[in-house]
T-cell receptor, first 114, second 111 residues
Framework: TQLLEQSPQFLSIQEGENLTVYCNSS?????LQWYRQEPGEGPVLLVT?????EVKKLKRLTFQFGDARKDSSLHITAAQPGDTGLYLC??????????????FGSGTQLTVLP | ETGVTQSPTHLIKTRGQQVTLRCSSQ?????VSWYQQALGQGPQFIFQ???????GRGNFPPRFSGLQFPNYSSELNVNALELDDSALYLC??????????FGSGTRLTVV
């Protein structure tokens, strides 16, 4: 069982559409991060959210951390083909067994068609 | 500043063999974490090294082992390779667990 569940697993949309990717857990996280990964490359950090309810914007990307710090969402406005990639959420869970490791979600593969 | 460098980029091994993967951490970083990533999936935590000592381990068998050197570079060793070990192996360095920087990974294929 994944500590962080992402949905949807796959998403294929047309250029210009909006989309939201979700990252959910039953555990509380001290912080959550979102990464984007392209084929043949390692994940690249997009943002870190720390405070429950926090909202951060990065151009057309909006990230939100849930009030209870158990979930997060990534919203992309007017998607472009360059947004195509594997989106990963990751965080440090507040539990003794996994506090030292950065745990990743299952990933959302986004394809934006021109 | 240099980023995280992993070598080799690709590797093909036979079942039962042993493999060593290498990682040079970003300048100034003292923590290295290793992850295994299957195609289209999220990375799975293998273990982490902080100042040359193992500082956390995921659900991987003992045949996965590692080292961190005084210059904070690191090695991942896998003994008795199995077909399911085929994956992208990622190394990430950080300073005191903040701001992970990932390398491009080593693609291991076990045949």
């Amino acid at each position: 069982t994944q500590l962080l569940e992402q949905s949807p697993q796959f998403l294929s949309i047309q250029e210009g559409e909006n989309l939201t990717v979700y990252c959910n857990s039953s555990s509380v996280f001290s912080s959550l991060q979102w990464y984007r990964q392209e084929p043949g490359e390692g994940p690249v950090l997009l943002v870190t959210v720390v405070t429950g309810g926090e909202v951060k914007k990065l151009k057309r990307l909006t990230f939100q951390f849930g009030d209870a710090r158990k979930d997060s969402s990534l919203h992309i406005t007017a998607a472009q083909p360059g947004d195509t990639g594997l989106y990963l959420c990751a965080g440090w869970a507040i539990s003794s067994g996994s506090a030292r490791q950065l745990t990743f979600g299952s990933g959302t593969q986004l394809t934006v068609l021109p | 500043e240099t980023g995280v460098t992993q070598s080799p980029t690709h590797l093909i091994k036979t079942r039962g063999q042993q493999v060593t993967l290498r990682c040079s951490s970003q300048s100034g970083h003292n923590t290295v974490s290793w992850y295994q990533q299957a195609l289209g999936q999220g990375p799975q935590f293998i273990f982490q090294y902080y100042r040359e000592e193992e500082n956390g381990r995921g659900n991987f068998p003992p045949r996965f082992s590692g080292l961190q050197f005084p210059n904070y570079s690191s090695e991942l060793n896998v003994n008795a390779l199995e077909l399911d070990d085929s994956a992208l192996y990622l190394c990430a360095s950080s300073l005191d667990r903040r701001g992970y920087t990932f390398g491009s990974g080593t693609r291991l294929t076990v045949v």
